[in-house]
């Protein structure tokens, strides 16, 4: 599996392009601030069309380019239920001073073509399976998605799992007991080899965040 992976201007959010092969079509996920045009150079070096967008959950430091990047190649963007009127309107999901951060003045359109996910739905795309698990906490639609290449396993974790740490959940739509929920049903029942690509920081594994992830030992330590 092709995985490359653009880092946005601002607040460093992954955005990650991810294609079976050089040649072949691809999936953006999670289309940040000021991205556009460094995938427009993704897609020619490495001969890619792009067939959909895939959303984690609706901040904009993960949205803020997917208008842009659905529109130029006609193409859906999929998202969890409970986070689609965050495409609609993104500043439901900030607090005053993270939208001051971004900007003031936004001039916003949702994508024309907006496809709703729910929990344990499979989407086939660019040849690729993605199993999608609803995981809230961070947000209420924040989701999972899982795929696999022919040498690994990954789960492209948005804002639900860094190396070492997990998303906030101080923001509107955010709740710690939905948090932990998520990591004790969700993320610790994963296999230890699975290669989880995070919405910020460095790509880490399952066994690596048990071990050391002082969130998941928390989770695995509360029941």
Not at 103 to 121: I, K
């Amino acid at each position: 599996m092709l995985i490359e992976t653009v880092v946005a201007d601002a607040f460093g959010t992954n955005c990650y392009v991810l294609s079976s092969a050089r040649g072949s079509e691809c999936v953006v996920v999670d289309p940040g601030i000021g991205v556009a045009a460094r995938l427009d150079d993704v897609f020619e070096q490495h001969k890619l069309k792009p067939v959909a967008v895939l959303i984690s959950h609706g901040h904009l430091d993960h949205t803020f380019s997917v208008t842009p990047v659905c529109g130029a190649n006609d193409v859906p963007a999929y998202i969890h239920a409970d986070d689609a009127h965050l495409l609609a309107d993104p500043a439901q999901g900030f607090s005053a001073n993270m939208m001051s951060l971004v900007g003031t003045g936004l001039d916003w359109t949702e994508p024309d073509d907006v496809q709703v996910l729910a929990d344990g739905g499979v989407v086939e795309l660019a040849g690729m399976r993605f199993t999608v698990d609803h995981a809230p906490g961070h947000t209420a639609g924040s989701a999972m998605f899982h795929t696999a290449g022919d040498e690994a396993a990954y789960t492209l974790t948005g804002d639900v799992l860094f190396r070492g740490a997990i998303g906030r959940t101080d923001l509107p739509g955010g709740s710690d007991a939905a948090m932990q929920e998520t990591l004790r049903t969700k993320v610790l029942p994963l296999d230890d080899a699975v290669v989880v690509l995070p919405g910020h920081g460095p790509a880490t594994t399952i066994a690596a965040e048990r071990a050391r992830n002082p969130y998941l030992k928390r989770a695995a330590n509360a029941h």
